[in-house]
């Protein structure tokens, strides 16, 4: 069984910076072989993507909501993958989740091209 945990949320005030990671394990689970993603949803919204990573961690995409302020990565060696949330805005106010999908070697935005997800962490930026 595949297990997603992130952490590292909080309450903090427009400006500041979070950093959140998502551990994963599983017996089974060959965490290197997935590329990852982080998503996020705010009250009354759909899910929406935020950032995503192939499986080497060389290439990552941005959503245009966070690009220039979110940065993803990972270490393999710690089956962990990581968020970098600078300048915060309570506009990025919302649950985080965390995702891995089949075929690292891809980039994927899309919520349904993901296998497994995190229960979330919330992220409250006030003004």
């Known amino acids: 069984q595949v297990q997603l945990v992130e952490s590292g949320g909080g309450l903090v005030q427009a400006g500041d910076s979070l950093r959140l990671s998502c551990a994963a394990s599983?017996?089974?689970?060959?965490?290197?072989?997935?590329?990852m993603g982080w998503f996020r949803q705010a009250p009354g919204k759909e899910r929406e993507f935020v950032a995503a990573i192939t499986r080497t961690g060389r290439t990552t995409y941005n959503a245009d909501a966070v690009e220039g302020r979110f940065t993803i990565s990972r270490d393999n060696a710690k089956n962990t993958v990581y968020l970098q949330m600078n300048s915060l805005k309570p506009e990025d106010t919302a649950v985080y989740y965390c995702a891995a999908a089949i075929g690292g070697l891809v980039l994927r935005i899309q919520k349904d091209q993901y296998t497994y997800w995190g229960q979330g962490t919330q992220v409250t930026v006030s003004s």
């Open positions: 599983g017996r089974t689970f060959s965490f290197s072989s997935y590329s």
